[in-house]
């Protein structure tokens, strides 16, 4: 048995007594020379008692740094713990809360005593709450993610996501899960200026008194507004959309490579004895992605048959 550090003599006070044990068998060697036999075992087995207490002070040291570092690796998870810019939880089989980190005290501007064996529901928006429920009922049969809202004290409610996973038996023997919260507004904010960002588009887009369409690489129209529909038609099929489009067809494929293109005066003949030239102003551009590459094409035509029958009309 080891013995504690308090009663453990040092090896300053081990080496006297062996020196005393040494001097006294000496003694007794040249007193009595019979016994020098029985004077070697001793000394070997005081030898070996000596190695003896020197690997166990190897071991108390070896012991002594496993706990330094355990001691450390502990504390390094508690600060990534504590110091996560993420909301941390522990929740109990009651789905009361046992520990919360920092930032999840933060985000629901409480203190820890505040929250520590409270309901994590009593700080999760009140149209939040069933799903809330829901996502608890999941999270018993593994792993879940769900996007709802918490509610600070004295603040407003911000969106978050919720992902949840069941610890291990080492946090005890009753069921508990890790809650982790990532704050979202920014995020969802973002969705709403896109949102407004892209009903202003819409609204000007179908406004807009030009003829105005958006083509894809493969030369199909993936969006055109109102007075594009009033210019070539519903369907797009007509004869004059399908001959409009062969004289475009170059003109598109050169914007495809990134140039932009401004047609004033493009004629457009009659396509029967019902109908008569138009001349068409045309304007075409590229839509260049994040990588650079041209994925779309903006083509905008004005009817300007009106204006350039008046202007032939003045020069004749």
């Not at 829901?134 to 978050?160: C, I, K, N, S």
């Not at 493009?266 to 994040?290: D, F, K, M, N, T």
């Amino acid at each position: 048995m080891i013995r504690n550090n308090k009663s453990r003599k040092t090896r300053g006070e081990i080496e006297l007594e062996l020196a005393a044990v040494e001097a006294e068998l000496r003694i007794l060697r040249d007193r009595n020379p019979a016994q020098t036999s029985f004077q070697q075992q001793m000394a070997e087995t005081m030898h070996s008692l000596q190695v003896h207490q020197e690997e166990l002070k190897s071991q108390n040291e070896h012991l002594r740094q496993a706990q330094i570092n355990l001691e450390l690796t502990s504390q390094k998870y508690h600060d990534l713990f504590e110091n996560s810019p993420a909301g941390y939880f522990i929740i109990d089989s009651n789905f009361l809360i046992q520990e919360v980190n920092v930032t999840g005290m933060e985000m629901v501007s409480r203190s820890k005593g505040r929250l520590v064996g409270k309901p994590f529901l009593l700080f999760v928006e009140r149209g939040s709450r069933r799903i809330l429920d829901d996502h608890f009922l999941q999270v018993r049969g593994g792993p879940a993610r769900t996007e709802l809202w918490l509610a600070p004290d004295q603040r407003a409610p911000f969106p978050v996501i919720l992902q949840s996973v069941p610890l291990g038996f080492s946090w005890g023997d009753n069921w508990r899960c890790l809650t982790t919260a990532f704050d979202i507004s920014d995020r969802k904010a973002a969705e709403q200026a896109l949102r407004e960002s892209e009903a202003r588009f819409r609204a000007i887009f179908e406004q807009n008194p030009v003829a105005v369409q958006i083509v894809e690489s493969n030369g199909q129209g993936r969006m055109s507004n109102r007075a594009w529909t009033r210019l070539w038609g519903q369907s797009g099929h007509s004869e004059e959309a399908s001959a409009i489009q062969t004289e475009m067809a170059p003109h598109l494929t050169a914007a495809f490579k990134g140039e932009q293109i401004d047609l004033p005066s493009l004629r457009l003949e009659a396509q029967s004895r019902e109908s008569q030239e138009r001349w068409i102003h045309a304007h075409i551009y590229p839509v260049q992605g994040v990588d650079g590459d041209v994925a779309e094409v903006v083509v905008a035509h004005e009817d300007i048959t009106e204006r350039k029958r008046i202007a032939l009309a003045l020069e004749e």
